[in-house]
C-alpha cells in the first residue's frame, strides 16, 4: 500500500496501525459513503502531521 512512502514522511507504528484500522473500517462498510468521507477526512488531518519532501534528505 506504499509504506515506503509512510515511513519517508515520518510515520511509525502508531499510524500505521490508524491507518490499517481505517482501511479496515471502509471494508467493512463498503457501501457507506458518509463513513468513507469522515475516515478520508481524519486520514487526510493525519497526513497533514507530516511532511512530503520534495527531495532526499540525505
Known sequence: IGSPALTARGMKEKEFEII????CDVLDNIE??????????ELEE??????????STF
Open 20 to 23: 490499517a484500522n481505517k482501511i
Open 46 to 55: 493525519l497526513a497533514s502531521n507530516f511532511v512530503i519532501y520534495n527531495q
Open 32 to 41: 457507506d459513503t458518509t463513513l468513507h468521507a469522515k475516515i478520508n477526512k
